[in-house]
């Protein structure tokens, strides 16, 4: 199967690539390295054919697109707080982007789409199922619902297999430590001996899942004959404070304290993905507990910053 993953030198996409040459996929990369690396991905360069051209420009598009059998759409800005900031930017690559890979695969059989759990902003209902409300509470999330809008609506004009896939916190090697979530932040602190910075009283929860359990979901979603959409998650919440605390256990770090700063009003208080559907529809099912994840990423993170 030949397979386009645009984003591919990302963190989820580097390792997406990884696995999928060594499960004998043909692959073809488009990621523009502007928030990606060559170096996420210089062990397997010879294995892929990498594109390395934006997805706002509709012609580098449909070249990358032509002769695939599938597109895996990672590509995207991803920082929330960035959203707020750059609103236009963030339409322009997600929406515009996500547009173009969609108008593109007019020959594809099958189109993976990352999501987000950002779809659905304040949970009404725990755990979120698929059939939640979108209400999204930033440019990012918004974003990422109108690329599913844009994504299921040329399915029915092209007939190709859309799966939309709406990930929830993801976690490990190779997460960019400029744009990265709260794990990255805190084990960046904790080796920093700085305290580790909770916005709020750290009663908030997410749902956690280590990168390889997402890249068993995409090769579980590229492999089927489902379409739809599915939660990618653990199923499991996680408090911000127990992690923090979990953090410091795993660093043996019991000089670095926590600090409480005030709530930002993009954050979301809880969520946890019901995530029944991709069990039962995919095959999906999460294998990496947290405290075996964390102890991977930070073995990794601090091998990466001593050298
Ligand atoms: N990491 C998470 O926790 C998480 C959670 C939910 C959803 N997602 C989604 O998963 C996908 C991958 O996220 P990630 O964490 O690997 O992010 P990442 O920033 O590590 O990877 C994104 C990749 O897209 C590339 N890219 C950005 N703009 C581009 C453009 N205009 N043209 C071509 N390439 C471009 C970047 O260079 C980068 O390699 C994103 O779509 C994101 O919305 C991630």
Not at 8 to 36: K, P, Q, T
Not at 203 to 225: H, M, N
Not at 291 to 302: A, D, F, K, N, S
């Amino acid at each position: 199967m030949r397979v386009l993953v645009t984003g591919g030198a990302g963190f989820i996409g580097s390792h997406l690539v990884r696995e999928l040459v060594f499960r004998g996929y043909e692959v073809r990369v488009l990621d523009n390295l502007s928030r990606g690396s060559l170096q996420n991905i210089r062990d397997i360069l010879s294995s892929v054919e990498l594109v390395v051209r934006d997805i706002r420009d509709y012609e580098a598009v449909e070249k990358a697109v032509s002769g695939m059998d599938a597109v895996v759409h990672l590509a995207a800005l991803t920082d929330v707080e960035e959203s707020l900031r750059e609103p236009n930017l963030y339409a322009e690559v997600n929406v515009v982007g996500t547009l173009n890979l969609a108008r593109a695969s007019r020959k594809v059989d099958s189109f993976i789409y990352a999501s987000s759990s950002a779809v659905y902003g304040d949970p009404v209902k725990i755990p979120i199922p698929e059939d939640h409300p979108l209400r999204p509470k930033s440019p990012y999330g918004a974003s990422k619902a109108s690329g599913e809008l844009y994504l299921m609506s040329y399915s029915k004009i092209y007939g190709f297999r859309p799966v939309i896939l709406r990930i929830f916190n993801v976690y490990g090697p190779r997460q960019s430590t400029s744009y990265s979530g709260v794990i990255i932040e805190f084990i960046r602190r904790a080796l920093r001996g700085e305290p580790l910075v909770i916005y709020g009283t750290g009663e908030q929860t997410r749902d956690f899942i280590y990168v390889s359990d997402v890249v068993q979901a995409i090769v579980c979603a590229l492999k089927s004959r489902t379409s739809g959409v599915f939660n990618i998650g653990s199923g499991e919440a996680t408090r911000i404070l127990d992690l923090a605390n979990e953090v410091l256990r795993i660093l043996g770090l019991d000089n670095v304290g926590l600090v409480h700063e005030e709530t930002r009003p993009e954050d979301i208080v809880h969520s946890v993905a019901d995530i029944t559907r991709a069990r039962r529809e995919l095959g999906f099912k999460p294998s990496i507990p947290l405290h075996v994840g964390l102890r991977t990423t930070i073995e990794r993170l601090r091998a990466a910053l001593s050298t």
